[in-house]
């Protein structure tokens, strides 16, 4: 099981048996005495590794509805009226995250973080809702047949 800023998940490695099957023994040796020390290393090092992955993430400043015969005509030099929110969304690999604001360091355009967007600790997909309404389904047939 896996857990990152707030959602997780199993994570599984999968190989054909055909790869296996020749260290299958070196495999089974030693895999009893030395499985929790094993564990919080790897743990460790997964962890260490993930951290370092590189992470995009975009700022929209603002959304604005055009009519398709308005922006036909658009030329250069053209002005769109627009006013600048507040506040900002950052999305992480797609993902709203934060709420920034505007500004500068020193000669550079930036972002400050203003407050983190609230995300569930656990997202239930319509597939597993769905998983669970069958299982229920077939476990109360199971009760009817007795």
Known sequence: HIEVDG????????????????????LDAGVQSDKMET???WSSA??????DC?????????????SLRD?????????????????A???IEDLPTYR??????EDKL????SQEIERPHVVKTDLAFLGKDIMSELENDDDRDD
């Open 7 to 26: 959602g997780g998940g199993d994570f599984h490695v999968v190989m054909p048996y055909s790869m296996v099957e020749p260290i299958r023994e070196l």
């Open 39 to 41: 564990d919080v290393r």
């Open 46 to 51: 997964l962890r260490e590794e993930i951290m």
């Open 54 to 66: 590189p992470v995009n993430f975009r700022v929209n400043l603002l959304e604005k509805d055009i």
């Open 71 to 87: 922006l036909m005509e658009l030329q250069p030099g053209d002005i769109i009226p627009i006013e600048m929110p507040e506040h």
């Open 89 to 91: 969304t950052m999305f």
């Open 100 to 105: 920034v604001k505007m500004g500068r360091s």
């Open 110 to 113: 930036a972002v400050q973080v």
